[in-house]
């Protein structure tokens, strides 16, 4: 009976004695994420770093000093008090984009490494807002971020630290400056507006003037051609009109001879013929002639015509 206790003790113990050792073994088997680190210590003294995959450690000897995330962080840093060189005192708040580069170094280079980063990010602030003017500071934010990227990235690098930049989030003037800063944009956009309703009334007039020479330009134009329509109507009225005159000439002239060929051909004396020549002589005068030259055969005739006449008058 005590054998057999004894077996089942001994078992038992064996049993309990394998459970621990894969207990100690399990516990000594670490899985190292992506983007992290494992710092090891052996015995209190620094040991290895740890990249991602499956890592053992050596029971009781080694431990997990720290566990290191190696993403880019963002930390926001609250409202620091600045002075400008021209004595303003502002209110400015950064963030700071970083990245731990070395593992060792983070763990040991420095205590608290981001209030050391929040306080080094202030001094740098304080010594390069010093060296600007208030009109500067609010201009110059690139030229700000750049300046402090560039001297948090040297100092933190003993700590393996990569400040990869620097941004100020707000700039905050005093209440005095920021009512006068309003005062001053007020102003400048109503110097603005002025100068833009001079150059629209300007332009406008521009416009009405250059409407007013296009329509005496499209004015004279006009009259030009009226009066060229107008001549030219003038003158086809001329030209019917001595159209007509030499028609009517021609149609008397046809007339003429045509009495003249009915006279001939009636059989007419010499007398009726003489009487016709002194009616043509007539019709040439018009009663505008002032000395008419009469062959003498005709002026025979005209004191005969005369004598004639006085007869019958008696």
């Known amino acids: 009976m005590d054998s057999n206790v004894s077996k089942v003790l001994t078992t038992v113990i064996g049993i309990v004695i394998a459970i621990i050792i894969i207990l100690i073994i399990l516990s000594c088997i670490r899985i190292v994420r992506q983007a992290q680190a494992v710092v090891v210590e052996r015995l209190g003294a620094y040991q290895a770093t740890w990249g991602t995959g499956l890592h053992f450690k050596m029971p009781i000897f080694d431990r997990i000093a720290r566990r290191v995330d190696l993403k880019e962080q963002v930390v926001d840093f609250p409202p620091q008090p600045v002075i400008t060189k021209d004595n303003v005192t502002m209110q400015i708040d950064t963030v700071v984009f970083f990245q731990i580069t070395d593992p060792k ?43 402090m990227r560039a001297s948090l990235d040297v100092a933190t690098d003993p700590w393996g630290i990569k400040v990869n930049r620097v ?127 009469i062959p003498s055969e005709i002026q025979g005739i005209a004191g005969l015509a005369k004598s004639l006449a006085e007869i019958g008058a008696k």
């Open 105 to 147: 170094l983070f763990s040991y280079g420095v205590a608290n490494p981001i209030v050391a980063i929040e306080n080094l990010t202030a001094t740098t602030l304080r010594n390069i807002i010093g060296d600007l003017e208030l009109d500067e500071t609010l201009t110059s934010r690139e030229t700000i971020n750049t300046q």
């Open 167 to 293: 941004e100020l989030k707000n700039i905050i003037p005093p209440t005095a400056i920021r009512d006068a800063m309003e005062k001053q944009m007020k102003a400048e956009r109503e110097r603005r507006e002025a100068i833009l309703r001079a150059e629209g009334e300007k332009k406008s007039t521009i416009l009405v003037a250059e409407g007013k020479k296009e329509s005496a330009i499209l004015d004279a134009e006009a009259e030009k051609q009226a009066a060229i329509l107008r001549a030219e109507a003038k003158k086809e009225a001329m030209i019917r009109e001595a159209e007509g005159q030499a028609e009517a000439i021609l149609q008397v002239q046809k007339a003429n001879a045509d009495g003249l060929i009915f006279i001939k051909e009636a059989g007419a004396d010499q007398a009726v013929l003489t009487l016709k020549s002194l009616e043509a002589f007539e019709k040439a005068a018009n009663g505008q002639a002032t000395k008419i030259i």
